[in-house]
């Protein structure tokens, strides 16, 4: 249960028989100071041992159990002042407010009011739960209940399709709620509790006061144009001006930042003639209604309620914020000459070079672990063999992404990170990208605020812009991050990713996964590059084979080609499973964290899993470091050391080798 708004006070409820417009207020009473309880108004009973305390209105010089007086036989409420709402339970055995539950405390202290009244609340609730839960079908002894209010029932149930909805929160009824019989009129039991203001007076967004507004119409809202019979908030109006509002959306900031746009956006009621789409979801904008727009008078608007979406928005209300100067950032490398850099993630000097062949032993860059293709060039130590390519050490200290809603800045490995490589195996030094779900041992960008520190892109992901033209679809159908999802044109599958780009135009997805992969790569057996196909619609032309597997290779998905040799690869035959780890880094997994080698598996003869004792068929092979234990995948070193950090797996193989003695 939502915590009670501040016009509701804890310590002096409202009576709810009286006027919502002018209400009297309740008071506890105790002994001895006071009498004890003659007679309650709602159930007709007396005083209650256990109880310490009961409830009184003066005004109307009426009595009640604590309990008793929020679920009374009849209210009055703002939302319907008209007639009278009267109780009604489903719950089977009738309800009785006077079986007040035994982890209410009572309290005889004033200090303790607050929380006792609650406490009541949310006891009460989670009683009348309980009740219709453990119900049993056997109503015999419910006809003789003297606390019956259900003889007020006229026949209301939840099957009628006139009164299905809660009139407040627009969810269906509970199985106790509030019945005007008259109007069809209904009212969960927790928004009777927590009645609306019935004025609101906000003049950051309205110079009026706005009053409640019960009546649902199918008409926008002022401040953000959706209707104001779909959506489950209440509705404000101001007569004068003619106007009707949400009331979320009175209390919208006035002026924002968001990661996906550089400049400040303020809400305005209107905009001028022209055409805007939502720099978040991508629809179109009506000028009429209230949006968020650029301070700095360029074309780009939000709406309102995706502007201030959770995963957008960072929750600050710059309004009376002095705009400070644009923030300096570090950038990433200081420039020694013309081909020569200091770079911020090594202590020694980097110069420029340029692949020309392929032979020779495979350099990969630190930052993005991809091998440096031919033609490429590079950053390359001058002392070691730290790599880095020329994109990547370019690559910003701090950046905005879409995907996120704060800044992210640019780490290295090894900063203890730690990625779950199986559901009870741990690892540090290696990571997993939020974005694409990949392990990864090179650069990333962190979210360094305290609540989303968890938030890691790799700097693949990271470097994705938006909107996004990708080679698989149409260059004048761009790509954006619109934070939805579906079948990835890539794999087909709606799992490709934890998030998705979206062509607004044609209602397709790509995963962050497959929009990732390489546009080139490089076989071994083969000395020119190997590009990324992405399927063919006429299979007609015959069948494909992967050169590695040697198996059928499906042509509608994406794959591998050489277009000078006519061979053709499976996507994870020719990178492997674990695609963006690069040989030679060691990372440290399982309870003891012992060291795992990363090697490329290049040998004569390919070794045995010691999880799985198949052959290593990965383009990767891991190696336990000071045993002599080998692993194909990720997967199996998770199982391995999941297994109470391997014993299982040992003692299982040394009964194997018994056996066959």
Known sequence: MEPLPPYFSRAKPPCRLSDPAQPHMLCRRRRPSHPPLSICFSCKGKQLKRNNYYYYCATCNLEFHRGCHIFLPEIRHPF?????????????????????????????????????DDDDEKSIKEECEDDGDDDDGDSSDSDDDDNNFDANNDGASLSDGNHLKCKCCQVPLEKIYYHCSICK????????????????????SHEHILTLFPIRLPLPCGA???????????????????LLVHRSCIYLPRVIKITRHPHR??????????????????????????QYSCDKECHYAVHSKCATRNDVWDGKDLDGVPE??????????????????????????????????????DKFCEACTLPVMISQRYYGCMQCDFVLDETCASLPRKKNHPLHKHPLNLHILPLGESAMINKGATSKDIFQCIGCGRIGCGFFYKC?????????????????????????????????????????????????????????????FLGIKCATLPCEAHYIHDRHPITLCYGEEDTTSGQYWCEICELKLDPKTWFYSCDFCKITLHVNCLLGEDIYLKPCHIFKVGLYYKEVEIARNDGNSRLFCYTCELRCGQTLVFKYIGGCKSFCTLRCIGNYFDAKDGWVYDAARNLNIFRRI
């Open 224 to 242: 953000c144009g959706l209707s104001l019979s779909d959506a489950e908030d209440l509705v404000y109006a101001c007569l004068p001006c003619n």
């Open 448 to 508: 360094d605020e305290k609540d989303c520190d968890e938030f890691l892109l790799d700097v693949r992901c990271a470097s994705l812009p938006d909107p996004f033209v990708h080679d698989c679809h149409p260059h004048d159908h761009p790509l954006f991050f619109n934070l939805t999802k579906g079948n990835c044109m890539g794999c087909g599958s709606d799992n490709c990713s934890s998030y998705f780009l979206e062509c607004i135009k044609c209602k397709s």
């Open 265 to 290: 956006l303020s809400l305005t009621p209107s905009l001028q003639p022209g055409d805007f789409s939502c720099g978040v979801c991508r629809q179109t904008v009506d000028v009429n209604y209230g």
């Open 185 to 204: 009129f209904n009212l969960n039991v927790e928004c009777s509790m927590r009645p609306p203001p019935t004025t609101i007076s906000h003049l950051k």
């Open 324 to 361: 400070e100067p644009d923030e300096f950032i570090e950038p990433p490398f200081l420039k020694i000459d013309e081909e020569t850099i200091q770079h911020f993630s090594h202590h020694h000097h980097l110069k420029l070079h340029e692949k020309k062949t392929i032979g020779g032993k």
């Open 80 to 116: 319907h002042p008209s007639h009278p709402l009267t109780f009604i339970s489903l719950l089977l055995p009738k309800f009785d407010v006077t079986k007040i539950p035994k982890n209410w405390m009572d309290s005889s202290s004033s200090s303790d009011e607050s929380e006792d």
